[in-house]
């Protein structure tokens, strides 16, 4: 089992920035990707982006792409993910999720950190 956990959320005006971490525990040793998911009031959770545990190739969405920065710590068994120059539109409750080479689908997830920005 491989537990995470969020910390980093708050409220934040828009133009600002903050930095959200995933703390891994347990059988952290099969984890292949990470990757940072989020969900909006009504609206259903989509994923922010993803890194290769090894090696560390990120992909982030378009909607992100030059504002949040997706890293990590092997040493820490840490994910992160810089946001900058937030917008109210990236209110959302933000998870962290984890799989190994072989699943499917992420089978591991954090329970979430709010983000709020205002305008």
């Known amino acids: 089992q491989v537990q995470l956990v969020e910390s980093g959320g708050g409220l934040v005006q828009a133009g600002g920035s903050l930095r959200l971490s995933c703390a891994t525990s347990g059988r952290t040793s099969g984890i292949a990707f990470m990757a940072w998911f989020r969900q909006a009031p009504g609206k259903e959770r989509d994923i922010v982006g993803r890194?290769?545990?090894?090696?560390?190739?990120?992909y982030v969405t378009d909607s992100v792409k030059g504002r949040f920065t997706i890293s990590r710590d092997n040493a820490k068994n840490t994910l992160y993910l810089q946001m900058n120059s937030l917008k109210p539109e990236d209110t959302a409750v933000y998870y962290c999720?984890?799989?190994?080479?072989?699943?499917?689908?992420?089978?591991?997830w954090g329970q979430g950190t709010q983000v709020t920005v205002s305008s």
């Open positions: 890194i290769r545990w090894s090696g560390g190739t990120t």
């Open positions: 999720a984890a799989r190994t080479a072989v699943d499917v689908s992420y089978k591991y």
